[in-house]
Each structure stands twice: as C-alpha cells, then as structure tokens.
C-alpha cells in the first residue's frame, strides 16, 4: 500500500484546512488509518485515527474538539478536516495505515503500529 498525503499549505490563526490521504493498493477494512504530525524539533507524534472502514475515531487532547477524521466519498481516501487552527498546529503531517490487527485500541497512537506511510504534507498557520 502506498499513501499520498495532500492538502496543506499556508493559512491564517483561526482558519481551516482539509488534509487528504489517498491509499494505492489494497487497504482492509478492517485495517485503521492515521495522522501523525512533526512539528520543528520535536519528535512526531499522533493526531487522529480511525477503523478504515469507519468508527473508531480517536483524537489527541490538542487538536480535540478542532480536528476531525472522515473517510470520503471516494472509496479510498480519507480526510483530517482542521478547523480553529493555532501556530502551535504548523508541522508536516503524515497519514498512516495499518493492517488489520486486534489491538488497535491500544496501541493505535504509536508509531509502530502502522505499516505504511505517505510523504507528509506541510501545514503553516500564522499568527
């Protein structure tokens, strides 16, 4: 599977954006799907999963109540929808997929768990 991340660019404090993740090859539906984000000279760290097929969906404290994950209408990509977007929310991001596994529920805001990624995309919000 190989994922194609899009959907960022420059944008003001407080606007929106729509980050997409578009998966070539066959993904399960059972399988889960993710965002990661690295901001400058930190670590990356998790942002929003969610079961491919739908359900499931999961958030960090910092971006919860703002962000949202969604799958699309088309068939095989699925979104980060940004919304009240902070300076603190500039960073590349990644989406992720994983197979299916039994312990998504633990484990689904590590980076281990996935077993593919796509290139990132970056996302610059100015104050």
């Known amino acids: 599977v190989q994922l194609q991340a899009s959907g960022g660019g420059l944008v003001q404090t407080g606007g929106s954006l729509r980050l997409s993740c578009v998966a070539f090859g066959r993904m399960f539906s059972s399988g889960s799907v993710a965002w990661f984000r690295q901001r400058p000279g930190t670590e990356r760290e998790f942002v929003a999963a969610m079961i491919w097929s739908g359900g499931g969906e999961k958030y960090s404290d910092s971006v919860k109540g703002r962000f949202t994950i969604s799958r699309d209408d088309a068939e095989k990509t699925r979104s980060l929808q940004m919304n009240s977007l902070k300076p603190e929310d500039t960073a590349v991001y990644y989406c992720?997929?994983?197979?299916?596994?039994?312990?998504?529920?633990?484990?689904?805001?590590?980076?281990?768990?996935?077993?593919?990624w796509g290139q990132g995309t970056l996302v610059t919000v100015s104050s």
């Open positions: 992720a997929a994983a197979r299916p596994k039994t312990n998504y529920y633990r484990d689904y805001a590590r980076l281990g768990f996935y077993d593919y």
